[in-house]
């Protein structure tokens, strides 16, 4: 697709648009454009300034389909889906192993000095994180001829967040037999087994997880984290303190023969914690006491690059589906909050959308919207205009297509058609073709148009 991208690049207002964030004047409003208008030209923004990519969307279903079309315009760059985990009491453990892999490859992409183009619905991009260097120092590095007992390193991989299975068939599961660690480390696309003679690495080999078998030898291998709340004994101790701190305060709240259910189920949720924090494994529930583990709040914009573009589509609506978000939860959590079923700490575990705004606004972004209003707020160094046109439903009559691109033919202009798999393109090319227009069907789209 990178033939769109050059016509693109040749466009008036898009080379003023990256002239200025390639200079001083980084905050930028971008008008006019929608769906996979937006795409194609923060695809040539990625490409042209050859840096990392954030974009922020409203909801999830925006996220995934602006992925998608990103990932099809930019097909030699990673285009990852930073999918919301929500963070309260009773879903913590709810969420699918996808969802968690998905944001740890995000994760450890941008910690790897990567250059992705990561896409990130708000609700996700609200939820604290890590200490990057924690969660970057934490992996385990290993190569051929390394001492270490396999014992240790299984132990290590737990610690990690990684489930011990009977044999590795996903991500983020270990398996161990004699001299032998299988792990599917979070950051790879296939299994890695560990091969020990004694206490040292004889081999190591990438497997395919259906059939087991080997597909390559390595030489070295990088283990990323299998959860996101990684800790370090420092913060292990202010945690325990921290929370005995908080427990105490809100026991006193809580005096009075009408409180006795709400004593008791605070006592047991602290206790609780305080065991899991000082046990050998962190347990995945603890991510809800990470206010309590560390006190200045991380997001995914931390873990990038200060050379990272933002891009914000469509600011009014990513502000509002944030303050919902906040709203919602702070009801849940007075609820419980009166019920003792929480602690008052334990609410900081995102941080507000305010927060997220500042950070873009140190960086180089783009505030995309259809409509020329400029957010309250916001101030921008520059506003460009883009003039484009929404292609109109053919609701499944191929002849009004045909007319169409009939139209576009007579006014001189090139015309690519954009289809979602193979069969379909072939299809629709023999519908052009008895309609008297001829077209070539192409995998990847390269060179100049014409």
Not at 231 to 249: D, F
Not at 414 to 429: F, N, P, S, Y
Request: charged share 25%; proline share 5%; glycine share 8%.
């Amino acid at each position: 697709m990178y033939a769109l991208i050059k016509q693109l690049q040749n466009c008036r207002e898009f080379k003023s648009l990256l002239g200025a964030l390639s200079g001083r004047q980084v905050q930028q409003q971008v008008v006019g454009l929608s769906g996979a208008q937006r795409a194609l030209l923060l695809a040539g923004l990625a490409e042209s300034l050859g840096a990392p990519l954030l974009v922020i969307t409203s909801q999830e279903g925006d996220a995934a389909a602006l992925a998608e079309d990103l990932s099809a315009f930019l097909p030699s760059r990673r285009v990852l889906l930073f999918p919301a985990a929500q963070l309260l009491p009773y879903q913590v453990l709810a969420h699918g192993r996808e969802v968690l892999a998905q944001r740890l490859k995000a994760l450890v992409a941008v910690l790897e000095g990567e250059s992705p183009v990561v896409v990130a619905p708000v609700e996700a991009l609200l939820r604290r994180l890590s200490p990057p260097e924690v969660f970057r120092r934490a992996a385990v590095e290993l190569s051929l001829g390394q001492r270490l007992e396999p014992r240790e390193l299984l132990g290590r991989l737990v610690a990690l967040g990684y489930e011990r299975v009977e044999m590795v068939e996903g991500p983020g599961q270990v398996a161990a037999r004699g001299g032998i660690v299988d792990v599917y480390p979070l950051n790879a696309d296939n299994p890695v087994r560990v091969e020990f003679f004694g206490d040292e690495i004889d081999s190591l080999r990438a497997f395919d997880v259906e059939s087991q078998r080997s597909v390559e030898n390595v030489l070295q291998v990088t283990i990323a984290p299998a959860r996101e709340l990684v800790v370090t004994p420092e913060a292990r101790e202010r945690a325990l303190n921290v929370l005995e701190s908080e427990y105490q305060m809100q026991l006193r709240k809580f005096e009075g023969v009408a409180y006795r259910e709400a004593r008791e189920n605070l006592r047991e949720l602290v206790r609780g914690a305080q065991e899991k924090i000082a046990g050998e494994v962190i347990s995945p529930d603890l991510a809800l006491f990470l206010p309590y583990f560390y006190r200045e709040p991380y997001t995914l914009l931390d873990y990038l690059p200060a050379t990272t573009l933002v891009a914000v589509d469509d600011l009014v609506r990513v502000r509002e589906v944030a303050e919902t978000v906040n709203f919602e939860r702070s009801e849940t959590y007075g609820q419980l909050l009166a019920a003792g079923r929480v602690l008052p700490g334990m609410f900081h575990g995102y941080v507000p959308w305010q927060h997220v705004e500042q950070q873009a606004a140190r960086r180089r972004a783009v505030y995309l919207s259809l409509l020329p209003r400029q957010p309250q707020g916001l101030v921008v160094h520059g506003v460009s205009g883009f003039s484009a046109k929404s292609v109109p439903s053919f609701m499944g009559r191929p002849e009004m297509l045909c007319e169409e691109v009939r139209q576009w033919r007579r006014a001189g202009q090139a015309v690519v058609l954009l289809v979602a798999g193979e069969d379909r393109a072939r299809r629709l090319q023999e519908e052009l073709g008895e309609a008297g227009i001829e077209a070539g069907l192409v995998t990847h789209l390269e060179g100049e148009l014409s």
